[in-house]
């Protein structure tokens, strides 16, 4: 296959997005997004060299979610950063900052996308954009608080509505969400303060350890109900 120019991408998007598309539309997007597999493989395996931890992903994301992106934003196809995406788990926000600053010393060509401070409908993570011979490959990286809220949210949002993940959904789901991600933020934000005085060891930390498994057991039964 001839690599299209972005000139072609984009005028592929825009039909997909149009809806005025068929079966060679199709080929073509799927073409397109297997190219990325490649530079996929090489930041996953680059990047659980630089950070001692499991990665996993996907190589590229389906034709079918890559459609409903194009018609849910404002972006062009060429513009997609996140076509191909891998993920890392870490335990807590000082191992997430340390991850994320031995990835951008060990790989060139790294954007930074922090959604802590600003969460994106409750969605707490750092995102990576590595690339490589010009492809963008997402890396989330993500704390195992942020990683449960983010599977609630993918549960909602398959089970009761798909806008959830988008600030829609019935009222009551939204809730559910919107104080767990506060729930969480709270707790990192608490152990992050006792580990800056020395405090990891004392009573106060260990309720705290406790109030983060119970946060994790209860998000886990409410995905399994």
């Known amino acids: 296959m001839q690599t299209p120019s972005k000139a072609q991408i984009d ?13 060679a539309e199709l ?28 990665v996993s992903g996907r190589p590229a994301k389906s034709t079918g979610s890559i459609i409903e ?15 191909a995406g891998c993920r890392a788990i870490v335990a807590d926000v000082p191992q ?5 600053d031995a990835i951008v010393r060990g790989l060139k060509n790294v954007a930074i996308l922090d959604r802590r401070e600003r969460p994106s409908y409750g969605y707490r993570a750092v995102h990576l954009i590595v690339r490589v011979n010009a492809k963008p490959v997402e890396v989330q990286v ?40 506060a729930m969480a933020y709270k707790i990192e934000e608490l152990e992050a303060k006792l580990l800056r005085i020395g405090a990891s060891d004392g009573e106060v930390a260990q309720e705290l350890r406790e109030t983060r498994d119970e946060y994790i057991s209860n998000l886990r039964s409410l995905m399994s109900s």
Do not use: C
């Open 69 to 83: 992106q194009l018609n849910r934003e404002s972006i062009r196809l060429s513009q997609m950063q996140d076509i």
């Open 96 to 100: 997430q900052d340390g991850a994320v």
């Open 142 to 181: 993500r704390t195992s608080l942020q990683h449960v809220w983010a599977e609630t949210s993918e549960k909602l949002a398959d089970v009761i509505d798909p806008s959830i993940k988008y600030g829609g959904g019935p009222e009551n789901a939204r809730r559910v969400l919107d104080r767990a991600a």
């Open 11 to 23: 005028r592929l998007g825009e039909r997909l997005r149009g809806q005025a598309y068929g079966e």
């Open 27 to 54: 080929r073509s997007l799927d073409e397109y997004r297997r190219t990325f597999g490649p530079a996929y493989d090489r930041v996953v395996a680059d990047v659980q060299r630089i950070i001692g931890v499991p």
